[in-house]
């Protein structure tokens, strides 16, 4: 029997059709050496029930209903790879993704680009692997841009690491949890490997979570944050730093995705106080005191710009159309 070199590991929840196509997705690629585990959290809709036909290759582990993370969880449980692939239910492989298996020869980390209805993302431009001041640099990169960099899906992430380190998704954490579970293994990787290839096509959902104003949100990345946070401790100080920037571009996504999201019914008024009680809370407080006014240059830091410098209404103007644009 050959060895499983790779473990797909998809959790879904009622994802209707979509769970099918992710899957024939991924059946493209003919070897032996790989096992898709379907990790259904408890759906109601049937989808799951005929996915084995689809391909031998397929398991459905059915579990009780307990979000994404512990179906995540679930998955590295049974995983007999030698690396990890996340496949979300509504996204997609392109039909050449199988190439890419060539590169499994005993990197922590195999990055790539993805697309998404915008075009490829990440901006991979060459090949090469990383290791020491090199992978430190970008590993504080990555953790410094986390809405680009730090989901979970599309990499190829190394089993050992995430075995011996004892790594797993926090289950009580709503919001943030991929980003949360990349940090903890980008800070215990030896080895990076940077492929200028894409073969994740990210599928915009206009009615996802993240899409959609629902008023919970501050609160979850709150919560994510707090935990986050303390990985970065103990780290030396481009660590540090680039946690301070973590923190800041899920400020970014708060503003934008709940504060002053289109759909959200608050006044202008209410919305800038709830801004204000925001950047009071300690773990963004601190954030913002270590990264320096000059450092905010960028277009997605301005708006952290205009918050050091207390110009609400302007960083309010900027969240609101960055919201329009999201929505369309």
Known sequence: MNKTNLSIIIPTYNNGKLIAKAIQSASTYGGTD???????DGSTDGSTNELQNIDP???????ENGGVSSARNLGLQKAQGE??????????????WGQQMEHLKGQDLILFNYQTSKGEIRNINRQCLLSGDELEEYRCT??????????????????????????????NLSFAEDGDFMVA??????????VPASFYRY???????????????????????????????????DIQMAGAY?????????????????NNPASNRQKIQQLKRIIKEPVISSALAKVPLRACRKPRLVPIALLKLRLYCLARMIFTLRSKENHK
């Open 57 to 63: 290759r397929v398991q459905v582990i059915h579990k």
């Open 185 to 194: 293994f980008l800070l215990e990787i030896q080895s990076l490997q940077l």
């Open 142 to 171: 990555m953790i410094s841009n986390p809405t680009k960099n730090l989901t979970v899906w599309g990499k190829f992430l190394r089993r050992q690491v995430i075995e011996e380190h004892g790594l797993h998704f926090d289950e």
């Open 203 to 237: 599928l915009d959902s206009p009615s996802s979570v993240m899409r959609t104003f629902d008023g919970k949100k501050v609160a979850g990345y709150l919560d994510a944050l707090s935990m986050t946070t303390k990985r970065f401790e103990h780290q030396h100080e």
């Open 83 to 96: 690396y990890i692939l996340f496949l979300d239910a509504d996204d997609q492989l392109t039909p050449e």
């Open 246 to 262: 973590y923190v800041l571009m899920h400020v970014n996504v708060m503003m934008v995705r709940e504060v002053f999201d289109i």
């Open 34 to 40: 790989l096992e898709i585990l379907v990790v259904d």
